[in-house]
């Protein structure tokens, strides 16, 4: 039902641009309505003359066979670093931990089909687990739009821990352990991205990512782009309370990002047919909402041993110690049992927002493409780093795609 939706659109767009110019007097009012087949060899001629006038010939090349019909195998990847700090008020000594979390590899099979740079796709999901991946992406001559939103659980996530001293030396050995969540991880990311290219005349992005083009002369161009970053990262089951105690409280964070960059990207054609493009664009965050989601505890972190016998017991339902106080020290530096971890109590704080300072994230890009006769093969890759603070806690989500395509014009 879905192919068929998409597949009436694009004729239904058709059809609509073959009355647009129908209207401005393509044809004579004096003749017989156009059918439907004149109308779409008017609009054919009106894109193949508009794509050929965009591009200097000796470095483009628009092919004379507009249709293509594509084969695409595509891996998204995601990988989520939480990096949490605890410091001693006294010696600005610090404990740092970092949780991971990398879910399955969403991979899937699909075609891709359509006339110059305008179509219709449909992909199969390969990958169980791996939770929803939806991507739209368009390149014209001088500009390119992506669109991917990501959503997945995982239990799997590995701990690191260690101690270092205020210059940031390490204080005895890293720990390290690969485990289970008590309850999954839930995060989500919707990735809008568009750019334009100074020298479309001379530089093709559509060469290497999607082949309605050939470059046939080395060349490069700066870009200018524009991204909107939006993810969550929500950890807030019961039972993983003790991952949000060690994360100062936070057990959702939510951000929105507005990022603005400028780059360059270049096409390197070392012989006929093959091209290899990279692109770098470095990005600035102009609009940095940070929300988060706490609980309170009855326990912090302390350097030293935190005096902790004359606390008495725990009342939940007034939320203190028997000597009144609210939050009784663990004594980092101690060789207590931990006891604590058994009788800790916790409760929803609230949520706070706040917008964050300039932070630098990155778009970096790779695409690789060769064409003979009627046929072409191409591979591409995209990672985008983004990275968010609150507080004492950092977040840095990795998100990037390898795609490999076949394809034939006709």
């Known amino acids: 039902m879905v192919r068929i939706l998409m597949i009436c659109g694009l004729l239904f767009a058709l059809n609509a641009a073959g009355q647009e110019m129908d209207a401005i007097g393509t044809l004579s009012s004096q003749k017989s309505a156009p ?200 950890y807030s089951d019961d039972a993983n309370a003790f991952f949000a105690f060690i994360g100062h409280g936070v057990h959702r964070m939510e951000v929105h990002q507005a990022n603005i960059g400028f780059g360059y990207g270049y096409n390197f054609v070392p012989f006929k047919g093959l091209v290899i493009n990279a692109m770098v664009m470095p990005t600035l965050s102009v609009y940095n909402r940070v929300k988060v989601d706490k609980y309170d505890f009855n326990y912090y972190f302390s350097y030293g041993e935190g005096e902790t016998d004359d606390y008495g017991s725990w009342d939940p339902k007034t939320r203190t110690w028997a000597n009144g106080k609210t939050y009784k020290p663990i004594g980092l530096e101690s060789d207590n049992d931990e006891e604590w971890m058994y009788q800790i109590d916790f409760w929803d704080k609230g949520s706070e927002t706040e917008y964050s300072a300039l932070r630098l994230n990155v778009d970096l890009r790779v695409g690789i493409a060769y064409n003979w006769k009627n046929y072409f093969i191409g591979l591409q890759a995209q990672l985008n780093r983004f990275s968010y603070k609150e507080g004492q806690n950092k977040i840095r989500l990795y998100d990037g795609y390898a795609r490999v395509a076949f394809g034939t014009r006709f």
């Open 35 to 234: 059918t439907l087949k004149e109308r779409l060899r008017q609009l054919e001629d009106y894109l193949d003359d508009k794509a050929r006038s965009k591009v200097d010939s000796r470095y483009i090349e628009v092919p004379e066979k507009p249709w293509r019909f594509i084969l695409r195998y595509k891996a998204n990847e995601v990988d989520v670093e939480s990096d949490n700090r605890i410091v001693s008020p006294d010696t600005d000594d610090y404990s740092k931990w970092q949780l991971r979390f990398k879910p399955p590899v969403a991979s899937s099979i699909g075609f891709w089909a359509g006339y110059r740079g305008t179509g219709v796709s449909y992909s199969f999901s390969l990958t169980k687990n791996a939770g929803r991946y939806f991507s739209i992406s368009t390149t014209g001559a001088k500009y390119g739009f992506n669109f991917r939103l990501r959503r997945f659980h995982t239990d799997d996530a590995s701990l690191t821990a260690a101690d270092y001293f205020a210059d940031g030396t390490l204080d005895g050995e890293v720990i390290k352990s690969n485990g289970k969540m008590p309850s999954p991880v839930w995060i989500r990311s919707v990735y809008i991205n568009g750019y334009y290219v100074f020298n479309g005349r001379r530089y093709s992005q559509a060469a290497a990512y999607n082949q309605s083009v050939i470059q046939r002369r080395s060349a490069g161009s700066f870009l200018a782009g524009a991204t909107w970053y939006q993810s969550s990262f929500d």
